[in-house]
Each structure stands twice: as structure tokens, then as C-alpha cells.
């Protein structure tokens, strides 16, 4: 079983929608997490952290569930430019992060 | 520019040839890391340094894969007899804290 799972995709969204990713981990003793945003041909770059509290940044909310081992990201009023690939991410002992294979997002006109 | 940078941006070698590719974290940042990212796959962690101390290399890929951070500044990564299945971006993260930064990577190209 891989660390960390995410449907691969694509999801393709007219503008305005609101889509959903979901991501699972394997590691019960991990420890922090992150939703990070990678352009084609670009390095990834944080988007949000995760807390089980759930966070919310403008249009993006990301939640935590420990006991599922379960993290999500929403994104409302989808636009253009969120097109990317959304990779979710775990920290398991505050060194490496495991990446997901991301799920790409392409937003329509 | 005050990012994490990365040199060279891209590398076409042949088959056999050694590579070495550097990485300049942000300047107050005493953590270092390198990641492999293939097509298609998230970044995959090979070593991490705390100032000049690699404290985690197990996850580097073979042993013609080393990393040094001499002065705990600025960072290599080498590849010895490259392989066609090398070919991969080389991305270099640094941290403070927990949140890590990453540079715009190396794309390596093995002929």
C-alpha cells in the first residue's frame, strides 16, 4: 500500500464549481500534513497546512481526520487559474515529506 | 531573488556520465532536503541535511547517488554512471522550521 493515496484524475470543472479531493495515508504516526499546488514543468508550492480542526483560506478548506487517516481539500468558485496538480503531502518525523502522486484539476471557461 | 535556487536548470548527459547539480537553500534556513520527481509521480525524498549534517540518507537510491553540504550553506548532489532511468527533475527544498521551500528544480535527461 502506497503512503499516501490520491485519485490521480483529471477533474475537469467549468468555472464557478466546486470540486473536492480526497487523499488517505498509511502512516498512523504521522504527524503533519499540507495540500502543496504544482504548475506543469513548476515546483510544487504549499498551498495550506492541515489541522484537524480544519482550515479554511479563502475558496480552499482542507480537513483532517486522524482516526480515518483522511485528508480533503475543497475548492469553491473554481477559477481558471487553480488549474494545476494538487499534491496532498505528510511529514511523518519533521524531515521527509511523502507526496501523493497529485491530482490534477483543469478548470474550463 | 531570495528563493531556494537551483543550478543548472537542465542537464542532457549521456549514459555513463557523472552529473553533479547544486542547490542554494534560502539563506537562514539550517535544513536542507533533495527529491526525485519522475512524470506522472509526486516527489520522492532522497537525503536531508541539518547545517552540514546529512541526517537521513537511506532513501538515496542507489550508491551512485551522494549529497554533501560542506559548509551547511549551499548543497550537491551527484550521480555517478548515470542510467537512462535517472532521467528525472531534481528538486531541493530548505526549511527553518516545518514548512519547506523548494527551488525550480534540475531536469536531468539521460541519453
Known amino acids: 500500500r502506497k503512503e499516501v493515496e490520491q485519485d490521480p484524475g483529471p477533474f475537469n470543472v467549468p468555472e464557478g464549481a466546486t470540486v473536492a479531493f480526497n487523499c488517505t495515508y498509511s502512516?498512523?504516526?504521522?504527524?503533519?500534513f499540507f495540500w502543496y499546488r504544482q504548475d506543469c514543468r513548476k515546483e510544487p508550492k504549499l498551498l495550506m497546512s492541515?489541522?484537524?480542526s480544519g482550515n479554511e483560506d479563502g475558496r480552499f478548506t482542507a480537513q483532517l481526520n486522524r482516526a480515518s487517516q483522511y485528508i480533503s481539500l475543497l475548492i469553491r468558485d473554481s477559477k481558471l487559474s487553480d488549474s494545476a496538480t494538487y499534491l496532498c503531502?505528510?511529514?511523518?518525523?519533521?524531515?521527509?515529506?511523502?507526496f501523493g502522486k497529485g491530482t490534477t484539476l483543469s478548470v474550463s471557461s | 531573488d531570495t528563493g531556494v535556487s537551483q543550478n543548472p536548470r537542465h542537464k542532457i548527459t549521456k549514459r555513463g556520465q557523472n552529473v553533479t547539480f547544486r542547490c542554494d537553500p534560502i539563506?537562514?534556513?539550517?535544513?536542507l532536503y533533495w527529491y526525485r520527481q519522475t512524470l506522472g509521480q509526486g516527489p520522492e525524498f532522497l537525503t536531508y541535511?541539518?547545517?552540514?549534517?546529512?541526517?537521513?540518507k537511506s532513501r538515496l537510491l542507489s550508491d551512485r547517488f551522494s549529497a554533501e553540504r560542506p559548509k551547511g550553506s549551499f548543497s550537491t548532489l551527484e550521480i555517478q554512471r548515470t542510467e537512462q532511468g535517472d532521467s528525472a527533475m531534481y528538486l531541493c527544498?530548505?526549511?527553518?522550521?516545518?514548512?519547506?521551500?523548494f527551488g525550480p528544480g534540475t531536469r536531468l535527461l539521460v541519453l
Open positions: 527544498a530548505s526549511s527553518a522550521q516545518e514548512t519547506q521551500y
Open positions: 502512516n498512523s504516526a504521522s504527524q503533519s
Open positions: 492541515v489541522y484537524s
Open positions: 503531502v505528510v511529514n511523518q518525523a519533521g524531515t521527509a515529506l511523502i
Open positions: 539563506s537562514e534556513h539550517n535544513r
Open positions: 541535511f541539518q547545517n552540514e549534517a546529512q541526517l537521513e
